[in-house]
């Protein structure tokens, strides 16, 4: 998700990032670094920085005011899944979500909202906690946490206010980020702004360290040029970041707004949900396990694997996915140059929905796609029900984890349906 | 290119075949002992009479000690072979230019498979170490998506395609319930045939070949030789084989309709034997029914059907066993069972019992023609290899 997040934000913009930030409360990994992997992915250069923020909410606010503190281009990206015990209220208030911003200066590109001014109150307190590389959070009680986060948040929009030189009225539009709804809303209408942004938890969840970059990107969907906005996250304190809009907003606008993503999804049995969430085990077929992935053949094909990159002929342009030293016609050896492919939309020659095969969710639905321009490539899809597909259908590339086999995440790339919003 | 050819310079003098089935009580050892010594014994020969072995299993063992261990073979040159689901022939294919080669007088070539050891469902290969973005898919789901490209290329109504591959498999249990060493030897109709489980894409429960062990083995001669052993030889008219360089998967012009590799092996294989009308010339067909929709597609690649009719040639009965062209009389890959590694010997071993009119009452050809082809592939639709043989019971 974070993958996907950033990919929709380098695409509005000519800044090169320098730096990429990641924080998820539910990352794959501990001790290696997780945001190497969303950096192989957007094929950032070598020469940037890719680390995890640490697995807290925190993180991710704490992501946008480092970068704010920094030189260069960052990426901040933050991503969570979020569930709870089986029908729990942990459970159905959470939501899956990622968010990405590119920062920077106007000396990188254009801005499309100006930092003006920030904020923080921090606090040791126990509103809620986990235990790591477990799925759920426990919680005190919530009167506590209104009561502790409504003088904090209040504590630090005063000052957020007085570093940027204005009044609250002067704030159009303002969201606030908090593991409660409830406490969302309560802070919210004693800020004085203008408007209050709707969280939309109701439709998408509460979606940990995704909600704060995931209400920041809902603020500046639905502003205007010349706007001040303010983001307000309540998570161990509190934290307001405000922005003033530029004129180049709306060329930074994403093409696939929240919006219209909320429109593209399908109901999905519950049966189903808690298979995903690794809390319902299925029966897998009577086939071998998938083997774990070798280390040192994944780095030799970092480029492949990671960003769908293949190989174009440069006598023939013909693309070869994978990637190949030799030409297809068998004539050139090296005589190729990269092709990513990852931005490509392609088509559907033939299809299956294979029964048999092991998958953490079966059918594995599955299709021969031609790119736009050139090559091929069978490959699975996603986010698809196996009636929808045939023949002609258009589809693009995200990036997915395949399988986990001893404690190894298999990232690699798989299709889904190029959907009208 | 050169692809000369043998004809006519090697001769099979005896074969031997094991039943295909879960043999529960046989290990590998056991299935290469009992097919070794029925060949032996078809050929009429010592055991020492052979000078050189090739060996054709998938996963039933690396190295030719594989086969010299269990036969206890004294100094003899044991080379193991593997080419996906076309090993069987492989082998064959070997020993025979061995002999053609004039480095030895009697080569033997035995295919074996124990598929049933695992515990798994279906053929599950283990890839080496590799980084994670290869296909994970079954065999039978690649080869599902022939049909519907097949099926909007050539407009046939999905439901004319359905009973075309259909009657494929019910023709090959048909023949099957008449071979005794079949593994499944009930005919099966058509109504259980098209209302069973769907596996991968259209094809269901009877559209897919099942596994199963056994073992396939044959021994060859020069063709002047043949008439010490035997005065029914079968004589090797040609031996194609295609790799695939897997382009089919990476280049949009292949459409799925066809299985290239095949198309190229055949047109080989008939200029080697000097076929020029392949579906009025030969006798009988055993071919690679790894899915029933593969046979529809080999029809056409073997040159028996026009492009895009085969499947009205297969409702018209023209593949059946009193049809036409009988394409696998034994019950094929469908019926008879697949042990990766003998299937290729084994669709030999039809040939050799039908030629020398040795099939039995219930599923003996009759016929004038005196060639065979066996057709034996690996691998899938964009990325195969393709084998094929013609084998003739007379000189010329």
Known sequence: ?421 | MASHGIKDQIAIIGMGCTNFVEHWNLGLDDLIVNAANECYSSAGIAKDAVDAYWLGTAQGGMSGITLARPLQLQNKPVTRVENYCATGSEALRQAAYAVASGAYDVAMALGVEKTKDSGFQGLNATPPPNDGTGRTLTAAAMFSMVAPAYAKKFGVDATELREAIARVAWKNHYNGARNSRAQFRKEVSMDTIKNSPKMAGDLGLFDCAGVADGAAAAIVCRAQDAHKYTDKPLYIKALSFVAGNGSGLTDPTYDYTTFPEIAACAVDAYAQAGITNPSTEIALAEVHDCFTITELVLMEDLLFSERGTAWQDILDGRFDLNGQLPVNPDGGLKSFGHPVGASGLRMMFEAWLQLRGEAGPERQINTDRTLALTHNLGGYPGEMVSFISILGSQLG
Request: aromatic share 6%; glycine share 8%.
């Open chain 1, 1 to 421: 998700m974070a993958v996907e997040a950033g990919r929709i934000a380098l695409r509005h913009t000519s800044a090169i990032p320098t730096q990429l930030l990641f924080a998820s409360v539910s990352p794959t990994y501990a001790d290696k670094t997780n945001a190497t992997v969303v950096h192989a992915a957007l094929r950032l250069d070598d020469t940037a920085l890719a680390i995890d923020l640490g697995s807290s909410v925190r993180s991710a606010m704490g992501g946008l005011i480092l970068a704010l503190q920094s030189q260069g281009v960052s990426v901040v990206a933050s991503a969570d899944i979020r569930t709870g015990l089986a029908g729990s209220s942990e459970e159905a208030n959470g939501g899956d979500a990622a968010a990405a911003f590119v920062i920077g200066d106007d000396t990188h590109a254009p801005l499309a909202a100006e930092f003006i001014g920030a904020a923080s109150a921090t606090e040791e307190f126990i509103d809620r906690w986990r235990a790591p590389g477990t799925q759920r959070t426990k919680t005190w009680d919530e009167k506590f946490s209104e009561i502790t986060y409504l003088p904090l948040g209040q504590r630090a929009w005063t000052q957020a206010l007085q570093d940027a030189g204005i009044q609250a009225s002067d704030v159009s539009l303002v969201a606030v980020s908090s593991p409660s709804a409830r406490i969302s809303s309560t802070v919210a209408a004693k800020l004085g702004a203008a408007k209050v942004l709707d969280n939309l938890s109701s439709v998408i969840g509460l979606t940990g360290a995704a909600q704060p970059g995931l209400l920041l990107a809902l603020l500046l969907e639905q502003s205007e040029p010349g706007q001040i906005v303010a983001l307000v996250s309540l998570t161990d304190g509190a934290d307001v970041l405000l922005f003033r809009t530029t004129k180049h907003l709306p060329q930074a606008q994403p093409d696939t707004t929240v919006a219209q993503q909320l429109t593209r999804g399908a109901p999905v049995s519950y049966g189903r949900f808690l298979s995903w969430r690794t809390m319902l085990a299925i029966e897998p077929p009577r086939r071998p396990e998938p083997q774990r992935v070798s280390a040192t053949a994944s780095a030799r094909s970092e480029n492949w694997k990671f960003g769908f990159v293949g190989s174009r002929d440069t006598t023939t342009g013909a693309v070869h996915l994978p990637p190949l030293r030799v030409s297809a016609d068998g004539q050139r050896t090296d005589n190729m140059q990269d092709a990513p492919m990852a931005d490509v939309l392609g088509t559907i020659a033939t299809f299956t929905v294979d029964r048999l095969a092991y998958s953490p969710s079966p059918p594995i639905v599955f299709a021969v796609v031609d790119f736009d321009g050139g090559g091929r490539f069978p490959i699975e899809l996603c986010d698809i029900d196996a009636e929808e597909i045939a023949i002609g259908g258009r589809v693009r590339m995200t990036f997915r984890r395949l399988s986990v086999t001893d404690d190894i995440p298999n990232y690699f790339w798989k299709a889904t349906l190029v959907r009208a919003s």
